[in-house]
């Protein structure tokens, strides 16, 4: 019932909030990654790519 009736209407707003999660998370990257260039100076998510 779940996988038949449920999932399928709520696919739009699950699509959604991915979408806009991982654009935020990208957001939190990019901006660091852009602004801070010295290896000494730059925050975790950066120190380690």
């Known amino acids: 019932m779940f996988f038949k009736f ?3 209407v ?3 707003t ?3 909030i991915s979408i806009l999660n991982v654009l935020c998370i990208w957001n ?3 901006l660091p990654f852009l ?12 120190s380690t790519c």
């Open 10 to 12: 709520s696919m739009p």
């Open 6 to 8: 449920i999932l399928p």
């Open 28 to 30: 939190d990257f990019l």
């Open 14 to 16: 699950t699509v959604t």
């Open 35 to 46: 602004v801070r260039t010295k290896k000494t100076s730059r925050t975790l998510p950066l």
